[in-house]
């Protein structure tokens, strides 16, 4: 049976869709010629990249009237034409970000039209959510950046910086209140419209090829230190040990903090027993090793370290981000594998992991944020503690290079995992068919 592609409903071929979709097309370009003029340049590539992204399949498909429709051009540039001319249209950012979410889906179902990337429409709303909190995440961590090296004033200034981070973490919310609300509004829209006029699109033929490397190559913890399986397996449950006794300090010395992050990082750290039990997908001795190590270190973190040894919080940030992007990996790769509508090339899959590292980095920061706000309206000790705009954006920074070490080589080390799991996915569904 061959699947419709739904994404195709966002394209509309009639002349008053046509029109309009042409008619803001002029509208953005004088608005970006007066940008150019008053000195807006960033203003002035952002409206040309919008334009960019709504002529495309008019231009790639070389037909005048292709083009979106108008609901999302609308959508998509209603807060850019309001903050752009400094009309203000909202008390809050949050159409900003439906704008971003907007954006984002027509370059994702753009990417899946003209390239060999394919996607069906719910992977493009899922990746769509992650990319509004990542665009969220950057778009104040350059801020920051500038700020701090090249003097500029992004950032509200006069204001500590504890009173800086509370108004960037406002911006995070808002920005995952409106992923999930316009994801929420795609897959209704996907889901309503009828399949009828549906718009013709090339296909690109996808073929599997041996980009992936599908043997598992000698395990790099055990390449570099020479550690055996056996030593590996000690030394997590040497960790596992070390979390109990914890446990056990923070209820006798009645510490909220310490109880509830030994608590939490030892169920974690049984995730892969589970896993082999459940499933019966056995996980690497190094793999295993790797995840109790990060939720180690964090939870010790929490018993004074991040108070008294510099750089530990981020270090830790960099491990955990590697075994969230190790986990984000080896799912939307055997997504790719198991599912025939799915197809993403290991470049591309590189930059959805990092995209989708750093969305996650930005929900822990939000997490973080709720839970002092929470923690300090009932009186407790903090459990996970923020410690200002500066330490939040190192926080980010190393949640990207931590996702980019794991995404640089986990092609090779991951995929054996990835094929097993799309196994039980396809041993899953024939089970289900048969009931």
């Known amino acids: 049976m061959v699947q419709i592609d739904k994404l195709r409903k966002l394209l509309k071929n009639t002349p008053i869709n046509a029109f309009i979709g042409w008619t803001i097309i002029l509208l953005l370009t004088l608005l970006g010629i007066g940008n150019f003029i008053y000195g807006r340049f960033m203003w002035t590539i952002l409206i040309a990249f919008v334009i960019g992204i709504i002529i495309t399949p008019a231009i790639r498909m070389h037909k005048l009237s292709v083009m979106p429709s108008w609901y999302f051009i609308f ?14 249209f909202f008390s809050t950012s949050i159409p900003f970000y439906v704008s971003i979410a907007t954006i984002a889906l027509l370059m994702a179902a753009e990417i899946n039209w003209f390239t060999s990337v394919k996607m069906t429409y719910r992977f493009a709303i899922l990746l769509v959510i992650a990319t509004t909190l990542a665009i969220s995440g950057l778009w104040h961590l350059i801020e920051w950046l500038l700020d701090i090296y090249f003097g500029t004033s992004y950032l509200p200034g006069g204001f500590s910086p504890d009173a800086i981070n509370d108004t960037v973490m406002y911006q995070f919310i808002y920005a995952t209140i409106a992923g999930v609300a316009a994801g929420a509004l795609f897959g209704w829209y996907f889901r309503s419209a009828k399949n009828g006029d549906l718009v013709e699109v090339p296909t690109h033929i996808s073929v599997e090829t041996d980009d992936y490397v599908t043997h598992r190559p000698p395990a790099p913890i055990r390449r570099l230190l020479g550690i055996s399986d056996k030593t590996q397996v000690l030394a997590a449950r040497m960790m596992q040990g070390g979390l109990v006794l914890l446990l056990l300090f923070g209820i006798f010395r009645k510490d909220l903090s310490t109880t ?3 608590t939490t990082g030892l169920m974690l750290t049984f995730v892969p027993h589970v896993i082999t039990r459940k499933y019966h997908i056995k996980q690497d001795t190094g793999l295993v090793l790797w995840l109790t190590l990060a939720i180690f270190l964090h939870t010790i973190g929490t018993f004074e370290f991040y108070d008294y040894i510099d750089h530990w919080d981020h270090i830790t940030h960099a491990l955990s981000a590697s075994v969230v992007a190790a986990a984000g990996y080896t799912l939307i790769r055997a997504i790719d594998i198991y599912v025939d509508e799915i197809y993403i090339p290991p470049r591309v899959l590189f930059i959805f992991i990092l995209i989708f590292v750093f969305a996650m980095g930005v929900v822990w920061e939000i ?18 503690a923020q410690h200002g705009i500066g330490d939040t954006m190192l926080d980010l920074m190393f949640d990207l290079f931590g996702a980019m070490l794991a995404a640089t080589w986990g092609t090779a080390y991951l995929s054996n995992i990835s094929y097993k799991l799309a196994a039980k996915f396809d041993e899953m569904g024939s089970l289900k068919n048969t009931k």
Not at 75 to 88: D, E, F, N, Q
Not at 367 to 384: K, N, Q, V
Request: glycine residues 6%.
């Open 75 to 88: 959508l998509a540039i209603l807060p850019i034409v309001g903050s752009s001319t400094a009309w203000y």
């Open 260 to 262: 509830v992050n030994a």
């Open 367 to 384: 997490i973080e944020f709720l839970s002092d706000e929470l923690t300090s309206t009932l009186g407790f000790d903090a459990i996970l």
